[in-house]
């Protein structure tokens, strides 16, 4: 685990959203984002007490960082989870794993997302990470799309076994 906190860079994104790192207080919002969604309607659970949890977990971890965009008016309006990975493999390169990533409604098309990612590629940079990485399920084609106009490349497979 890396000793430290993540270096940030600054918080403003385009257009006129700022990114922090979340705080209870931002659970239901987050929550709410992690619901509205094709997928999350049917994998997401109601269970506050789980995402509290999982929220404690990451807001404990040095090497977690779970952020939060605002609008101009304070609104979340999106998230995403960024983890540094150490390993041995591509000669030690530490990782930048990038997770659960939404965006509202309201502001897809707008930018904010590509400025989110943008943010984080630069947090991978600022912690001497040699590789960005993310996953997306097989059916979000418009994701798939929108991860490959900001440069990545579907290199692997991916595959998960579910455990519950």
Excluded at 9 to 32: N, Q
Excluded at 123 to 129: C, D, F, P, Q
Excluded at 148 to 162: I, P
Aim: with cysteine; proline share 5%.
């Amino acid at each position: 685990m890396n000793p430290t906190p993540l270096v940030l860079p600054p918080a403003d994104l385009a257009p006129g959203c700022t990114i922090r790192k979340a705080v209870r207080d931002d659970l239901p919002a987050l929550v709410e984002l992690l619901h509205d969604d094709m997928l999350g309607q049917t994998r997401e659970r109601h269970d506050d007490g789980a995402y509290l949890r999982g929220f404690e977990a990451v807001d404990a971890d040095p090497a977690q960082f779970l952020a939060v965009v605002e609008d101009a008016d304070g609104a979340v309006v999106g998230m995403m989870q960024l983890s540094l990975i150490p390993g041995i493999s591509r000669g030690g390169r530490l990782r930048l794993n990038i997770e659960g990533v939404r965006i509202s409604r309201s502001l897809r098309g707008q930018g904010v997302g590509s400025a989110m990612i943008g943010w984080a590629t630069e947090v991978g940079r600022l912690n001497s990470a040699g590789l960005v990485q993310l996953t997306t399920d097989a059916r979000r084609t418009d994701a798939q799309r929108f991860y490959a106009r900001l440069g990545f490349v579907a290199s692997h497979v991916g595959m998960k076994l579910e455990l519950d």
